[in-house]
């Protein structure tokens, strides 16, 4: 993906869940919501930096945010 332009995902949402639009550390997000709590996704790239982030797994809203905030901030 070296000069790679765009990329492309799909992501199958079941009844009742949901996608909602998000910010991390300013940056757009796609965030999707499992309704029963066992496999949510959030999304977001940094364009400075070339960088695509999928942070999955069986987390709230918050927890999801809060992790992806804490992505490459310095100690």
Known sequence: ???AKSVKMEIELENGD???PALVR?????MYL????????????DDE???TF?????????KLIK????IGQAP
């Open 1 to 3: 993906m070296e000069n």
């Open 18 to 20: 949901i996608y909602q």
């Open 26 to 30: 300013g940056k757009p997000a796609d």
């Open 34 to 45: 499992d309704v029963e709590g066992h496999k949510s996704v959030l999304i977001w790239m």
């Open 49 to 51: 930096e070339r960088l």
């Open 54 to 62: 999928q942070l999955y797994g069986a987390l709230t809203e918050q």
């Open 67 to 70: 992790i992806a905030k804490s």
